[in-house]
């Protein structure tokens, strides 16, 4: 399926870019964001005084957890792990320690190009208003820049030499057209209703799962899925399933899945389905799956599966469709 997201895709590509005033600051592709999902892309512009910079480093704010950094060809990864301040609740259960540090070393990106470090996460136990700092030291050959100045209260950050990125956490939506509102099965977002959703339980050992929903698009015109992304499984797509040949065939939708205006489209065992591929653990029957779907034009929104039992599992056990 064409643009289906994964949850570590490839590197940006190096982008040679002009940067002037704020723009020369290190900073958040995405500086605003509601309480659940968010992927915190770090733009790095520029090197220091002309030189290539040769390592990046990100300090997890607190109420940023579950972070899983993205790996860039070229550059070494470390990750240092610690105790949150206190505990939180992610899907269902208690989390008290994760990522608190992320660096990329032993790159090179030179002054004239700019590049992103991505980290994705979830934000958790945060009131609306308050502001994350990703402080962010970058090194360079002979030279580093430390983007950790936060302002004082009142202060305009674009005051400050080296401010450190920040993220302002806003109120959780209601179903506006870049964010939508959810519970267990179901979820809106702009003029799309997703109803019946479901995973079902897996067998000790199988790599690959199945999840199921309804969506129906109460718009005058047609939008598209063009990505699934769960922390569950390294890779989601949606799968079609027909028999050829008396063969059970099971096929990628490629470009995205169609949902017409004014149409309702299902996804359900022997059909359509997502397909949860390298699962780091089996789905087990009364636990839940958290999905990310964006929309081509109605957004993204967060999509909660209860799993289910896998008795009378489908025709392709091993699939899980």
Sequence with gaps: ????????????????ISMTGADAHASLEKNQAAPGSYKAVLRIPHGCDGRPTRSVRIDIPEGYVDVKPMPKPGWTLDVEKGDYLREYTLHGKKVASGVKAV???????????????????????????????????????????????EPAEGQNPHALE???????????????????????GEATVGDLAITAGWARAMLPGQPAGGGYFTIANKGESADRLV????????????????????????????????IPAGATVELKPGGLHVMFMAVKEPFKAGSSVVLTLEFEKAGKVELTLPVRSADGADEHTGHGG
């Excluded at 399926?1 to 040679?16: C, E």
């Excluded at 080296?162 to 267990?184: E, F, K, M, Y």
């Design 227 to 258: 990505s699934i992304m769960s922390a569950s499984a390294g890779k989601v797509e949606i799968h079609t399933m027909e028999v050829a040949n008396n063969v059970m065939v099971m096929r990628p939708v490629e470009g995205g899945l169609e």
């Design 1 to 16: 399926m064409r643009r289906i997201l994964l949850p570590f895709a490839t590197a940006a590509t190096l982008t040679a």
């Design 162 to 184: 080296h401010p450190a990125p920040s993220l302002t956490i806003l109120a959780a939506a209601h179903g506006d057209n870049h964010h939508g509102t959810q519970s267990s």
């Design 103 to 149: 660096t990329w070393a032993g790159g090179s990106l030179p002054d004239e190009f700019y590049d992103e470090f991505v980290v994705s996460g979830a934000l958790a136990g945060l009131e609306t208003g308050r502001t994350l700092f990703f402080r962010t030291m970058q090194k360079c050959d002979g030279g580093q820049i430390a983007w950790n100045e």
